[in-house]
């Protein structure tokens, strides 16, 4: 159930996610009736105190809160014969995630990385205190370690929902893939890529 209402919230951000990427295309131009939120990302004129709708940040970072809180209670040594129960589901976790933390890092420049639930201002202020902000090849340098030993994970599947459903969760080797080009690490890229393609 909390992987579920993981996806309502990734669910809450996919048109701004696909907003976010046409608007700075090539074949998506402003002109004088542009209105001024949709102006300032083509600009790519970023600031997060602005009231900009489509760059609502505590969005993104809402998701990763709440993956947080999934990945610290989630108890992955459940079995069932010789099968972990849970451990795709902390995988699809960790996957949506390290996503996140991507779209924001390439959105903003720079995101707060913490890996602890926040669930009380003390804990907020701690993170603002304590946690490290990592620009995007830092980040993704992070990422990609704290994820390559869950690539061989599949994404879940769940009771009475179709099987495509896993589609909508960020597969680990895609993520993994991103993450190593934006810390310019085309070697491990190549590895994770390509026996991916090659199985699908």
Same mark, same amino acid.
């Given at each position: 159930?909390?992987?579920?209402?993981?996806?309502?919230?990734?669910?809450?951000?996919?048109?701004?996610?696909?907003?976010?990427?046409?608007?700075?295309?090539?074949?998506?131009?402003?002109?004088?009736?542009?209105?001024?939120?949709?102006?300032?990302?083509?600009?790519?004129? #970023?600031?997060?105190?602005?009231?900009?709708?489509?760059?609502?940040?505590?969005?993104?970072?809402?998701?990763?809160?709440?993956?947080?809180? #999934?990945?610290?209670?989630?108890?992955?040594?459940?079995?069932?014969?010789?099968?972990?129960?849970?451990?795709?589901?902390?995988?699809?976790?960790?996957?949506?995630?390290?996503?996140?933390?991507?779209?924001?890092? #390439?959105?903003?420049?720079?995101?707060?990385?913490?890996?602890?639930?926040?669930?009380?201002?003390?804990?907020?202020?701690?993170?603002?205190?304590?946690?490290?902000?990592?620009? #995007?090849?830092?980040?993704?340098?992070?990422?990609?370690?704290?994820?390559?030993?869950?690539?061989?994970?599949?994404?879940?599947?769940?009771?009475?929902?179709?099987?495509?459903?896993?589609?909508?969760?960020?597969?680990?080797?895609?993520?993994?893939?991103?993450?190593?080009?934006?810390?310019?690490?085309?070697?491990?890229?190549?590895?994770?890529?390509?026996?991916?393609?090659?199985?699908?």
């Amino acid at each position: 159930y909390s992987t579920l209402g993981l996806l309502h919230s990734l669910q809450q951000i996919a048109d701004r996610y696909v907003l976010l990427g046409e608007v700075r295309g090539d074949l998506v131009s402003t002109n004088e009736i542009t209105n001024t939120a949709l102006r300032a990302i083509a600009d790519f004129n #970023i600031d997060t105190e602005a009231d900009n709708k489509y760059l609502a940040i505590k969005d993104y970072y809402a998701i990763i809160n709440n993956c947080n809180y #999934i990945l610290t209670r989630m108890d992955t040594t459940l079995t069932n014969g010789n099968d972990r129960t849970m451990i795709d589901e902390y995988a699809a976790a960790l996957s949506i995630r390290a996503w996140t933390y991507l779209q924001i890092a #390439i959105n903003y420049g720079k995101a707060r990385y913490f890996t602890k639930p926040i669930t009380k201002i003390a804990d907020a202020e701690a993170v603002e205190k304590e946690c490290p902000e990592y620009e #995007i090849k830092e980040l993704a340098t992070v990422l990609a370690a704290e994820l390559r030993p869950y690539e061989e994970y599949d994404m879940p599947v769940w009771g009475g929902l179709p099987t495509a459903a896993k589609n909508l969760i960020p597969e680990i080797p895609l993520v993994l893939t991103d993450l190593y080009l934006w810390a310019e690490d085309y070697e491990s890229a190549i590895e994770v890529i390509v026996p991916y393609l090659t199985e699908s």
